[in-house]
């Protein structure tokens, strides 16, 4: 059997990372057993929570919000993730834990130390193998996730440049695990900056 690998994909919103997962996977099932995924809300339980957590209209506070995610992400890592993983398959999954780092510590200002514990907590220590940030400026992120927006996406500007300054920082301090692309150039360049990555990171 195959070694089973993790991929995680962050950044702002907009900044075109499912797209990206999406041409992967299609990339990858040529060859390998993918699954992609998601947080919050992959399926059944996680479906409620991210119900709450991007339309609930009254007010969450912060640590109710980061413990939202976190009950998320515990049930997604024991349902879904775990047991894909040790199948052999390779999980394609849309934000995890530097999610919370970069929105809930970086962006609402709650104790990063105190994140990564909680996240520790949430997946029993499992790492993605590898975490692609894709890079964007927070009015072409905007500007891609239009008019329309859900509860945490009307967080505001200045909210929104310190969750993109949140990412870049995760990414000098794990260089080795996570990876930044300049998500701004066309889906074709962005992709193609992704399989420069993902080719090498597959053969190891
Ligand atoms: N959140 C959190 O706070 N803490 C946590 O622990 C976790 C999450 C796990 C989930 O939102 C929210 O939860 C998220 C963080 C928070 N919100 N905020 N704010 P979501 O799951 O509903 O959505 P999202 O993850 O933020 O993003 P998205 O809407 O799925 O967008 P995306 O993945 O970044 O981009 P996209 O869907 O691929 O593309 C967006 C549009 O841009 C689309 O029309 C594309 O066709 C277009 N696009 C994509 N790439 C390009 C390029 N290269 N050029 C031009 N146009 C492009």
Same mark, same amino acid.
């Given at each position: 059997?195959?070694?089973?690998?993790?991929?995680?994909?962050?950044g702002?919103?907009g900044c075109g990372k499912?797209t990206q997962?999406?041409l992967?996977?299609?990339?990858?099932?040529?060859?390998?057993?993918?699954?992609?995924?998601?947080?919050?809300?992959?399926?059944?339980?996680?479906?409620?929570?991210?119900?709450?957590?991007?339309?609930?209209?009254?007010?969450?506070?912060?640590?109710?919000?980061?413990?939202?995610?976190?009950?998320?992400?515990?049930?997604?890592?024991?349902?879904?993730?775990?047991?894909?993983?040790?199948?052999?398959?390779?999980?394609?999954?849309?934000?995890?834990?530097?999610?919370?780092?970069?929105?809930?510590?970086?962006?609402?200002?709650?104790?990063?130390?105190?994140?990564?514990?909680? @996240?520790?907590?949430?997946?029993?220590?499992?790492?993605?193998?590898?975490?692609i940030?894709f890079d964007i400026d927070?009015?072409t992120s905007?500007?891609r996730? /239009?008019?329309?927006?859900?509860?945490?996406?009307?967080?505001?500007?200045?909210?929104?440049?310190?969750?993109?300054? /949140?990412?870049?920082?995760?990414?000098?301090?794990?260089? @080795?695990?996570?990876?930044v692309i300049d998500a701004s150039k066309s889906i074709d360049e962005v992709f193609n900056n992704l399989l420069d990555i993902?080719?090498?990171?597959?053969?190891?």
């Amino acid at each position: 059997m195959e070694k089973g690998l993790f991929i995680t994909f962050e950044g702002a919103d907009g900044c075109g990372k499912t797209t990206q997962l999406n041409l992967l996977a299609d990339f990858l099932k040529k060859s390998r057993d993918v699954i992609i995924t998601r947080e919050p809300g992959a399926k059944g339980l996680g479906e409620k929570l991210r119900e709450i957590l991007l339309n609930y209209d009254g007010e969450i506070a912060p640590k109710c919000e980061s413990f939202l995610f976190l009950a998320d992400r515990a049930q997604h890592i024991e349902q879904i993730v775990k047991p894909a993983i040790n199948s052999g398959k390779i999980v394609l999954c849309d934000r995890h834990t530097d999610s919370t780092a970069a929105y809930q510590g970086y962006g609402r200002g709650l104790d990063l130390k105190e994140i990564h514990y909680l @996240n520790n907590l949430a997946t029993g220590g499992l790492k993605p193998d590898l975490t692609i940030v894709f890079d964007i400026d927070i009015d072409t992120s905007m500007t891609r996730v /239009g008019v329309q927006k859900d509860r945490m996406e009307s967080a505001g500007i200045e909210f929104f440049n310190r969750v993109r300054n /949140g990412y870049l920082e995760i990414a000098k301090l794990e260089p @080795n695990r996570v990876k930044v692309i300049d998500a701004s150039k066309s889906i074709d360049e962005v992709f193609n900056n992704l399989l420069d990555i993902i080719k090498p990171f597959l053969l190891h």
